[in-house]
């Protein structure tokens, strides 16, 4: 009887496993046929100052999967990471945000915009990160100074004397960092100064409830403050309402992002907006 159980446990664990290890082939097989087919979209969330002017956006990547429907990033960015296919899809954002940004520079209305991704610790820490970002960028120099990195704490305390002269090289070129999801890591403090971050990005989970939880509120002050300290912008993120807008507003926040400035969506420049 206890032999029978375990064997079955044995074939149900044996199966589940396949189950998933197929589910994962899967997954991969089509995102190698997605980049061929190039698939993917960038779409742009819009980034709000005090004034409630635009002064930019976030580019988040969509794969709209042709039999799945939309696959959100939190589900095949680290399949893409584990695959090492984050290196080509990473490149495809950074060039599709320059020719967007080069496109805009015509525009006397849009030159002013800055455009910020994410990029991967997985790309980040390739040996030779800079040297191909200067030949994947050659023609957009003009445009470089628009462009933003959003990395995140856990990616920069890797390795941080390798992060601060990555850093600092692709600052020589143009690029601006921000701190992503800030407050979630284990953020030591006296590293922090050591960067040359331009902003910090406070994580949406503590804007989220900062009106009803004082946990939450605090932690947001404290954000804002050192930013102030440190001489950076600060960024609000996951801002769902007017309330929430006037109180970081008040509290000094820079920045905002969210969806009650806007979702992240397909920009057409061919229309007015
Ligand atoms: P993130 O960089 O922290 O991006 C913010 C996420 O919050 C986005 O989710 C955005 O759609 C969502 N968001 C924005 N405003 C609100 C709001 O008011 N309320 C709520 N509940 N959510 C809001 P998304 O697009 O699903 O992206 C998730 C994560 O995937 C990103 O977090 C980023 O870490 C990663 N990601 C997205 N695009 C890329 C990319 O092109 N490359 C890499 N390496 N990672 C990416
Ligand atoms: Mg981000
Ligand atoms: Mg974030
Ligand atoms: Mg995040």
Known sequence: KAKEEGRNRFMFFDHSIQESINKRLQIETDLRLAIVRDEFELHYQPKYNTDYKLVGYEGLIRWPHPAKGLISPAEFIPVCEETNLILPIGYWVIDVACQRLLMWQQDSTKQHLTIAINISNIQFKQKDFVEQFKIRT??????????????????????????????????????????????????????????????????????????????????????????????????????ENNKQATMLKHLGCDLFQGYYFGRPSLIDDTKDE
């Open 138 to 239: 050659r023609g957009y120099e003009s445009i470089i100074h628009k462009l933003e990195f959003e990395l995140t704490e856990s990616l920069l305390m890797k390795d941080i004397q390798d992060s601060i002269e990555k850093m600092q090289q692709l600052n020589k070129l143009g690029i601006r960092f921000a701190l992503d999801d800030f407050g979630t890591g284990y953020s030591s403090l006296s590293y922090l100064k050591n960067l040359p971050l331009s902003a910090l990005k406070i994580d949406q989970s503590f804007v989220r409830d900062m009106l009803i939880d004082s946990n939450d509120a605090a932690i947001v002050k404290t954000v804002i403050a050192l930013a102030k300290t440190l001489n950076l912008q600060v960024i609000a993120e996951g801002v």
